[in-house]
């Protein structure tokens, strides 16, 4: 434990270099994805090896299963992940300590559930899933075992994540690994020395997740970003952020069960009209399933091991560190997905003698036809992947949905099932590259509205300083710091220099939550309205929306000025905190040039629309500040200083309030 907290404190997530977390982050993730596909592939292998090639079949029917038990378990545990490390950026740790608690509960219930259900209908379940007559004694005895475990399996998945989340890769990698390694000693015990057969791979497969289960169980009481209480536990709407977090993972993993359903039945039906027959087909189909699956294993591993650096740094508005990790992500699965490409196109030989059967000319002939035809571009796959999962970690549900469910269902199932009526079996090998082309020029699009948007954000928040977030306070007494400003002048950057310099916390956007549950409003409302008026109200001499929000905002502002040393953005904040004792109140204009210049570089304004915009906001502004405080806005001898922020440039000017309020105060 004390081990655990060094590691976090040595590894910030908005200060340390980057390539430095993704290496303590991504590797034991990796490991850990690696791990869950080794559980299906060493059973693969010895009952390849020990029953043959209908053991590997059944394997491969039963294992859309697995996928539905990895769905649950990442819909829960990635969602819970995401909304953890957004909280712990935002510095929410209330909220993230009731999603954390709710989320474990609910998913032990959802677990023992699911399995249950697909216990009982299990034989349905078999047939549906494209079972052939051959097959379906093995996958009967492999299926009712396999979902004795599936409770303890997605329990400790999606404790995993959470683990990740909390700060401790290594923790969450051991738990799986641990498990991993008794799975492999088991496997060869039962398999061949019990003569136990695809029963024998089943119990050496659920023996090791139990012990996962127990050790993941463990880390609970010690999860150290948040405090967990008992009432945490109890299921609330926290969980809806989850869901809503973890949706993307959870469609992701669906896709794959719908594939793998989709694959089993038109291998048989399409394989039993050719020469090759209906089991190979749907052998082949599961053994290079599953050896595809450690490529997608170390992909995912990456991007979800980048998880909680990417959602801190996007919910502390460390936009340039997101763009930076966003970048490595990608280009290290590009490389990744590029090997994986290269040894399958290469070796497929190799490759199928792993799982055994490769003296059957039949089998190995469609096995090297199905790795050189299905995987000819599946390098691609890796932006795909990536992407779904990085737009996931910065909160954007909608798109990371989009792109998990495009590969599979919108561009490969239609398009393979049209060659498989044309040509065949080899129609869905032909159909894998085509989809994987276009839903590679699909993604570029995405993610490249994604990193633009970010990047827009970058330009001028990089210096974001978080809400309730001040250290190294230089001030020998409370100073409330109000700064009002014409838009484009970089005033709000200015003020959050200044903050940041003199070590006191920073209030602009960061009020408005605040507000919001101070004024029964959503954020959305009062980002939209406030610091202005609607045209009509003020001929309005009822108490309306406009005066409920100016008041609820002053009341937080009085609240805020009461504890500490501030600063403080518009909002009339001047006007409202007038008989404080130490108030500094500073107006920051500029030329309009130089403020055109700023809206179009900063917030993307049209070149020829920038001016009138602007005067726009500034009419709004002086409005709202006239009706509230009967002053003008803008009339420089109602500032304690007033600074054209052309004169020294926005840092310079930024540097120099803060000498002067220091030699002011101190």
Known sequence: MEQTKTVKKELNLGTEKIGKLLIAFTIPCIISMLINSV??????????QGVGILGNAATNIIFPLVIMCNAIAGLFGNGCAAGLSLRLGEGKKEEARKQVGCTITVTII???????????????????????????????????????????????????????????PRYSMVCLLVGAIINIILDPIFIFGFNMGVE????????????????????????????????DFIPNKAILKTLGYGASS??????????????????TKFGAESKFGADIPLSVYGVLSKF????????????????????????????????????????INFIIGAIFNFIVLLFPTQIISLFGSADNELYLEFAIDFCRMFFMVCALNAFEMTTSIVVQSLGNVKKATFVAFARQIILFIPISFILAQAIGVYGPLYGGPIADVLCFILVIFVFGSEYRKIGKKQKFESHTLIDDTSTNNILKQKVIITINREYGSGGRYIGRIIADKLGIKFYDKELVEKVALEAGMTEEYIEENEQKRKWGSSFNSEYNEDDKLFEAESRVIKEIAKKDSCVIIGRCADFVLKDEKNLCSIFIYSDDED?????????????????????????????????????????????DFAFNSDYLGVDKTAELISELIVKKYN
């Not at 051959?134 to 492999?142: E, T």
């Not at 090791?208 to 609970?220: E, H, L, P």
């Not at 915009?613 to 709202?624: F, G, L, Q, T, V």
């Open 39 to 48: 559980y299906n592939i060493v059973d693969q292998i010895f009952i390849g």
């Open 110 to 168: 959802v677990s023992i559930v699911f399995s249950i259900i697909a216990y009982i209908f299990l034989p349905n379940l078999i047939n549906f899933f494209g079972c052939t007559e051959n097959v379906y004694p093995y996958a009967q005895s492999y299926g009712k075992i396999i979902l004795i475990g599936a409770p303890f399996m997605i329990i400790y998945t999606a404790i995993s994540s959470i683990i990740r989340a909390d700060g401790s």
């Open 200 to 231: 024998g791979g089943a119990i050496a497969t659920i023996i090791g997740q139990i012990v996962s289960f127990i050790i993941a169980i463990a880390y609970i009481p010690k999860i150290k970003s948040i405090e967990l209480k008992k009432k």
């Open 250 to 267: 959870l469609i992701t993993q669906i896709t794959i069960v719908v594939l793998f359903i989709y694959m089993n039945n038109i291998m």
């Open 292 to 331: 595809n699956s450690l490529y997608v294993s170390a992909v995912l591993g990456i991007s979800i091991g980048s998880q909680p650096i990417i959602g801190f740094n996007y919910g502390a508005g460390n936009y340039t560190r997101v763009r930076t990790v966003l970048k490595t992500v990608l280009k």
């Open 595 to 639: 403020k055109v210049n700023r809206a179009i570089k900063y917030y993307d304004l049209d070149e020829k629309q920038a001016l009138k915009e602007i005067n726009k906001i500034n009419k709004e502004r002086a409005k709202h500040y006239k009706y509230y405080t009967n002053e003008n806005w803008n009339d420089l001898k109602n500032y």
